[in-house]
């Protein structure tokens, strides 16, 4: 071979090589920024048998790209890695769409002792979570008012793991306030929040029903909704007597303090407002969603009429209701303390069935840790403990292990963990497999069984939480966000590329 053709041989395998790795080095590097995903392409496939679509689950291969579904392809086998996009087979692990958690108190800017938008965040993704929803308190400022929530969007830059929105704070000084509801609904609030009774924190007070009237007339023009703490204190007669700390470190002291009574007499209000929000001749009134609905005698029976009249009302339950019972709880082990309060086993039953029948429209964790000290774990004290529960990254197990224990299908987990709440936070870019959609994506080994304890990372900012011990099954393996993979078997992107999300 002479020289000349030597040459043009090398030239020409030097092409062919680029031809094939161009695309491969392209696909790498577009758009990409470092750091934000595990995976270093921006076109790839995954591919397992058992992808979770809106048609069904089915063998399936998924293709993203710049951070969409571009498209599903229906198929038994992996496709081949093609013109530089990449594949990965998940063989029969399923992949379906990514949680998205409305009710969440990530605490940041100010009680960040508590939890924080990266502890909180890493915690979400390692749980299969791609899309958070803050609650406006126990943050220091509480969200009330457009500067508080700029505030909060600005302390949430380049410290989110995954996707998170904010609910707006409605408290009696923004209440009859028209002009800073509507800076806050037009600053990116979701919706509103508010509780019926005293919340724990002093500078979220309590809201009564003309508050709330007056702020569905707003929301409705914006069609968002009015999420509500549901319960109203009723006299007792605990209140006249003195209650000594052996009875405050008895769980069934709690449980009378706070009956389902409350629960009642508050949702009997959320009714009948809610009747009454078909404002301006509009069909499409506001919304009112009660979050962790734990009674499920009178208040789920008061639910399910008003729905079945037509009432624009959904609810939520939050998995230690599901998975607790009042009977199980230790004296004074407060890591259990929550309100509404864990009731019965029969109260629980009850809400599994109303589950599955279809009368409670999502899950939510109602993640609200504190700092260990304020659980009061040593004084074992449940009247004066810091109420909530500490169990963001469980949620998918638990209420998969617990649910097929009660015959719950894996489509009506999607729909009560994806589908319902994306819908409720006004996110249609999210929540489902389908073409056009943001790659969220969970995916996650529903046989494999794990151990929360020693051998089990917890991102929370704290790891006490009462489902220490539990065995449970269900493990996520990779987490998908717009397309980055922010987690993977235990490791998270470098790089915090989660967004805020704001209303427009
Ligand atoms: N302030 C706050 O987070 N309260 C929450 N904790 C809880 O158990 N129920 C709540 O509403
Ligand atoms: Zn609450
Ligand atoms: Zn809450």
Redesign the pocket.
Known sequence: MNSSLLLGVAIAIAIGCASILLPYFSDRNQGLNEGCSLLPHRHFWLYSKRVLTPGGIMPAAVEINGGHIVSIVHQNKAPKQTKGAHVIDYGNAVIMPGLVDVHV?LNEPGRVEWEGFVTGTKAAAAGGFTTLID?P??SVPTTTSKEAFDMKVDAAKGRLFVDVGFWGGLVPENAFNNTAIDELLQAGALGLKSFMCP???NDFGQTNASHIKEALRILAKYQRPLLV?AEIPQPSEDEKTKIDISERRMYSTYLRTRPPSWEEEAIKILIAVSKDTHFDGSKDGAHIHIV?LSDSSVSLDLIKEAKESGARLSVETCPHYLVFSAEEISDGDTRFK??PPIRDVLNRERLWKALKDGHIDMLSS?H?PSSPELKLLEAGDFLRAW???SSLQFGLPVTWSYGQQHGLQLDQLSELWSQRPAKLAGQHKKGNIVTGNDADIVVWDPENDIQIGENYTIYHKHPITPYTGKHLFGSVIATFVRGNMVYENGSHASTACGVPILAV
């Open positions: 108190h609650m308190l126990n919340s724990g924190i703490h962790h929550c309100a109602d609200s109420g909530g529960i």
